[in-house]
T-cell receptor, first 114, second 115 residues
Framework: AQSVAQPEDQVNVAEGNPLTVKCTYS??????LFWYVQYPNRGLQFLLK????DNLVKGSYGFEAEFNKSQTSFHLKKPSALVSDSALYFC????????????WGAGTKLIIKP | GAVVSQHPSWVICKSGTSVKIECRSL??????MFWYRQFPKQSLMLMAT?????????EQGVEKDKFLINHASLTLSTLTVTSAHPEDSSFYIC???????????FGPGTRLTVT
């Protein structure tokens, strides 16, 4: 079965430090990859996507993600964390032959401490 | 750009009644819309996918007669929870994408509580 794994339920980072939120997937072919963020009491917001091309993609709010085909990973990164980055982050994968349906990771709670 | 609204943001209803939730794309045409449920501290569960003017495609285990989806126009989809029961209480989220978009844009969600 196709799946997306976010191995960490929670990630704690001190403000100003770099952050990484991990995502690996088990999906056939060359899927499309996405990161979304959910702030408390707010809807999911699109952060970034990988479709093709450069393995490092840049997105909103200073976030970036690195696609690694051999490791089937798409880790989310930011060089310097802000307290306002604290939220729930979801990795999602769309098989190229799907009807635009996404396979979701379980989510990772990111806590940035001042 | 790419704003999706949902109405209402929260609703409380009595068991046995029906509730309609609206999802609108405000600044783009939503060729495809999706309806999800999100349980506390869990990821999103896709309920159904709908293309404008077509019948919705429901995921396995989702009762189509209970969760009625109508994608009547390129900017509006509705989810009607019929004969609601307490176990239907959940956070319902819609998303939409336009032709040519790879990503989906999400509404803020609707908190349904059935008493």
């Amino acid at each position: 079965a196709q799946s997306v794994a976010q191995p960490e339920d929670q990630v704690n980072v001190a403000e100003g430090n770099p952050l990484t939120v991990k995502c690996t997937y088990s999906v056939s072919g060359n899927p499309y990859l996405f990161w979304y963020v959910q702030y408390p009491n707010r809807g999911l917001q699109f952060l970034l996507k990988y479709i093709t091309g450069d393995n490092l993609v840049k997105g909103s709010y200073g976030f970036e993600a690195e696609f690694n085909k051999s490791q089937t990973s798409f880790h989310l990164k930011k060089p310097s964390a802000l307290v306002s980055d604290s939220a729930l982050y979801f990795c999602a994968v769309r098989p190229r032959d799907s009807n635009y349906q996404l396979i979701w990771g379980a989510g990772t709670k990111l806590i940035i401490k001042p | 750009g790419a704003v999706v609204s949902q109405h209402p943001s929260w609703v409380i209803c009595k068991s046995g009644t029906s509730v309609k939730i609206e999802c609108r794309s405000l600044d783009f045409q939503a060729t495809t819309m999706f309806w999800y449920r999100q349980f506390p501290k869990q990821s999103l569960m896709l309920m159904a996918t709908s293309n404008e003017g077509s019948k919705a495609t429901y995921e396995q285990g989702v009762e189509k007669d209970k969760f009625l989806i109508n994608h009547a126009s390129l900017t509006l989809s509705t989810l009607t929870v019929t004969s609601a029961h307490p176990e239907d209480s959940s956070f319902y989220i819609c998303s939409a994408r336009d032709r040519g978009q790879y990503e989906q844009y999400f509404g803020p969600g609707t908190r349904l509580t059935v008493t």
